[in-house]
Nanobody, 116 residues
Framework: QVQLVESGGGLVQAGGSLRLSCKAS????????MEWYRQAPGKERELVASINRASITNYGDSVKGRFTISRDNFKNLMYLQMDSLKPEDTAVYYCYARSLSNREYWGQGTQVTVSS
C-alpha cells in the first residue's frame, strides 16, 4: 500500500535547524511533484516548498532563503532542510506527493515547534 511517512520533527530553539524527511513506501507509481505544507493552530494551511522530478524547486515567501527542499527519485525520499528557524515556523508539516497519473498522497504530519 502506498503511504507517505514524515519524520524529523521536534522541538528546536529559534535560530536552530531541523531536517524533515518524507518516505513514499510501497510506491508503484512514478512520483511527479512532491511538496511540503504546514498548518499552525488557527491558521490556514500553506504551501512551504515544492519540487518536481527535474529538481526544480519553489518556495513560499515566508521560508525562502531559509529552507531547502530536495529529493532522491530512486529512493522516493524528500527532504526539507530548515535553517534559521523562527517561532512562527511552528506548525504541523505535511508531505504531499502526486504521481504522473495524477494520483495524490498525503502524510499524517510531523510537529515542528520552535521556541524563543
Amino acid at each position: 500500500q502506498v503511504q507517505l511517512v514524515e519524520s524529523g520533527g521536534g522541538l528546536v530553539q529559534a535560530g536552530g535547524s531541523l531536517r524533515l524527511s518524507c518516505k513514499a513506501s510501497d510506491m508503484v507509481f512514478v512520483i511527479n511533484v512532491m511538496e511540503w505544507y504546514r498548518q499552525a493552530p488557527g491558521k490556514e494551511r500553506e504551501l512551504v516548498a515544492s519540487i518536481n522530478r527535474a529538481s526544480i524547486t519553489n518556495y513560499g515567501d515566508s521560508v525562502k532563503g531559509r529552507f531547502t527542499i530536495s529529493r532522491d527519485n530512486f529512493k522516493n525520499l524528500m527532504y526539507l532542510q530548515m535553517d534559521s528557524l523562527k517561532p512562527e515556523d511552528t506548525a504541523v508539516y505535511y508531505c504531499y506527493a502526486r504521481s504522473l497519473s495524477n494520483r495524490e498522497y498525503w502524510g499524517q504530519g510531523t510537529q515542528v515547534t520552535v521556541s524563543s
